[in-house]
């Protein structure tokens, strides 16, 4: 059956491709990371827009794998739209993992004191798989 898929599949190329608003745009040309970046403003200003929190002091946080490029100008490129969208928006990169959010929410759940030696133990545990 997996030989089946394979027949069906054909891989044509190994860099990702993204289908932005005008058609699908491939990861290897030179407007890609300008582009993406533009759509991800648009996606978050939409979002912020019917939360009707545009005009508020609100938290943006990029979060995701697409935010790890180290493509120059990317980031800015976000930031700068995003401002101009949602002039009060305090913009944040997620530097852990989210789950890490959600293992901290479940400690306060059970009533574990904040900055304790249970949040520092599951802090460190994420650390540490991350440098691995």
Same mark, same amino acid.
Do not use: C, K, N
């Given at each position: #059956? %997996?030989?089946?898929? @394979? =027949?069906?599949? $054909?891989?044509? &190329?190994?860099?990702?491709?993204? +289908? /932005? *608003?005008? !058609? ?18 648009? #996606? %978050?200003?939409?979002? @912020? =827009?019917?939360? $009707?929190?545009? &005009?508020?002091?609100?938290?943006? +946080? /990029? *979060?995701? !794998? ?37 293992? /901290? ?28």
């Amino acid at each position: #059956m %997996a030989a089946a898929v @394979a =027949r069906r599949l $054909r891989v044509v &190329r190994a860099e990702v491709d993204i +289908v /932005l *608003a005008g !058609g699908v745009l491939s990861a290897t040309e030179p407007q890609f990371h300008a582009r993406l970046a533009d759509e991800l403003a648009i #996606m %978050a200003t939409a979002i @912020a =827009r019917r939360l $009707r929190v545009v &005009r508020s002091e609100v938290d943006v +946080v /990029l *979060a995701g !794998g697409v935010f790890r490029t180290a493509e120059r100008g990317f980031h800015e490129r976000v930031e700068l739209r995003l401002e101009a969208a949602i002039p009060r928006a305090r913009i944040r990169r997620l530097v852990e993992p989210p789950v890490l959010g959600a293992a /901290l929410l479940g400690l306060d759940g059970l009533g574990v004191r904040r900055g304790g030696a249970a949040e520092r133990r599951l802090r460190d545990a994420f650390s540490a798989r991350l440098s691995d």
